[in-house]
């Protein structure tokens, strides 16, 4: 069974800064995707970055990347520039190519003014 | 991507009785998928549901407590039937669409048991 780690339930960043959120992974498979969600408190779900997993280069979406290191099954959420808006609930998410998707138990980002 | 509209968006409901939610998708899908995600916590997965076929459930889910409808593919119920307090969470639909295989959410439901 796939399952996904978030090690950091709560993390705090000064505004301007950057941040890195933390997850890994556990799947036999070699053929996936990977993805960051936020949950801000209106609680809808919106999709931040995803990765494939037969892509070598990182993702990169404005001010989110992610640092994909296959073989370690490790997926981090780099935030620069932090910005008031970004505090919310941040899940890393694990699919297969006709699975569902499997989620983290969340970290809680709070930025600071 | 797709949007994704859930009715209602908050309930309060007495034990006992049942609530059905409904999930309209803007375009067609194939997949459509059922959360839940209680307070502070992250979501799961209660069951999927495919368009002329039975919904497929997860463990610990099961149909006469959680009946879903798929009538077409830009439609779907979850009814969470005799409710207790412990059913108090947020119902999320979701959607598979696009190349990447994302998953879209629609807004969710958040209902209170009494």
């Known amino acids: 069974a796939q399952t996904v780690t978030q090690s950091q339930p709560e993390m705090s960043v000064q505004e301007a800064e950057t941040v890195t959120l933390s997850c890994t992974y556990d799947?036999?498979?070699?053929?996936?995707?990977l993805f960051w969600y936020k949950q801000p408190p209106s609680r809808q779900m919106i999709l931040v970055i995803r990765?494939?997993?037969?892509?070598?280069q990182n993702a990169t979406e404005n001010r989110f990347s992610v640092n994909f290191q296959k073989a370690a099954k490790s997926f981090s959420l780099k935030i620069s520039d932090s910005q008031l808006g970004d505090a919310a609930m941040y899940f890393c998410?694990?699919?297969?190519?006709?699975?569902?998707?499997?989620f983290g138990a969340g970290t809680r980002l709070t930025v600071k003014p | 991507s797709a949007v994704i509209s859930q009715k209602p968006s908050r309930d309060i409901c007495q034990r006992g009785t049942s609530l059905t939610i409904q999930c309209q998708v803007d375009s067609q899908v194939t997949m459509m998928f059922w959360y839940r995600q209680q307070p502070g916590q992250s979501l799961t997965l209660i069951a999927t549901?495919?368009?002329?076929?039975?919904?497929?459930?997860e463990s610990g889910f099961v149909i006469d407590k959680f009946p879903i409808s798929r009538p077409n593919l830009t439609f779907s119920t979850l009814t969470v039937s005799n409710m207790s307090p412990e059913d108090s969470s947020i119902y999320l639909c979701?959607?598979?669409?696009?190349?990447?295989?994302?998953?879209?959410f629609g807004p969710g439901t958040r209902l209170t048991v009494l």
């Open positions: 990765q494939e997993a037969y892509k070598q």
């Open positions: 979701s959607v598979s669409s696009g190349t990447y295989n994302e998953q879209f």
């Open positions: 549901a495919n368009q002329g076929s039975e919904a497929t459930y």
């Open positions: 799947t036999s498979e070699s053929d996936y995707y």
């Open positions: 998410a694990y699919r297969r190519t006709t699975s569902d998707m499997r």
